[in-house]
């Protein structure tokens, strides 16, 4: 079981940046398909962005496209997601998750491990 840690989150200005990052423990990430999540205020938990657990297939939500990239260093079983040109409509909890199959990576039930989040605010 891998246990999972978000970090990075802020406030941050129309048009700025920031790289959360999400470290595992407990077995190595790189067995794992990751995904980020987030959760807007009475929104529902929405799919952002995932990288397939081999090959580093990656997968975007359109309106993140461009903007956001993810990645993962295996070597410090960490999982990235670089956003730049942030947007107010991004303001929401980030989180991130894992799970050991490569489907369905936009789709928030079929993972099974989850971070506790972290929060992300555009406002200038």
């Known amino acids: 079981q891998v246990q999972l840690v978000e970090s990075g989150g802020g406030l941050v200005q129309p048009g700025g940046s920031l790289r959360l990052s999400c470290a595992a423990s407990g077995r190595t990430s790189s067995s794992y398909t990751m995904g980020w999540f987030r959760q807007a205020p009475g929104k529902e938990r929405e799919f952002v962005a995932g990288i397939i657990r081999s090959g580093g297939n990656t997968y975007y939500t359109d309106p993140v496209k461009g903007r956001f990239t993810i990645s993962r260093d295996n070597a410090q079983n960490t999982v990235y997601l670089q956003m730049n040109s942030l947007k107010p409509e991004d303001t929401a909890v980030y989180f991130c998750?894992?799970?050991?199959?490569?489907?369905?990576?936009?789709?928030?039930?079929?993972?099974?491990?989850w971070g506790q989040g972290t929060q992300v605010t555009v406002s200038s």
């Open positions: 998750a894992a799970k050991l199959t490569s489907i369905r990576v936009g789709v928030d039930t079929t993972y099974n491990t």
